[in-house]
């Protein structure tokens, strides 16, 4: 019988779902930050903030989604394999 893997409390699903709304937010807002800065009264001058956003959460949505992939394919061929 193989021990059931645990994972710490950072990285359960639950928390994975929570973190991945909250970059999906964070990407929003990122965008409406940009639209922002592009009709200012500087346009141009302030961009890298919202960009700098967008691709910190694009990060950790990218992350996370290949670390949830990666531990569905190894969870389905733990329990393909039979005794």
């Known amino acids: ?10 990285d359960s699903e639950a928390a994975c779902l929570v973190l991945l ?18 009709g200012g009264p ?3 001058h302030c961009k890298w903030v919202p960009v700098w956003v967008m691709a910190a959460s694009a990060f950790v949505i990218v992350s996370i989604t290949v670390r ?3 531990r569905y394919f190894k969870r389905r061929k733990s329990s ?4």
């Open 1 to 10: 019988m193989h021990p059931k893997r645990s994972y710490p409390s950072y």
């Open 21 to 38: 709304v909250a970059m999906v937010v964070c990407f929003w807002f990122g965008t409406v930050g940009y639209r922002v800065a592009e």
């Open 42 to 44: 500087y346009p141009g």
């Open 68 to 70: 949830r992939i990666q």
């Open 80 to 83: 393909s394999i039979r005794p």
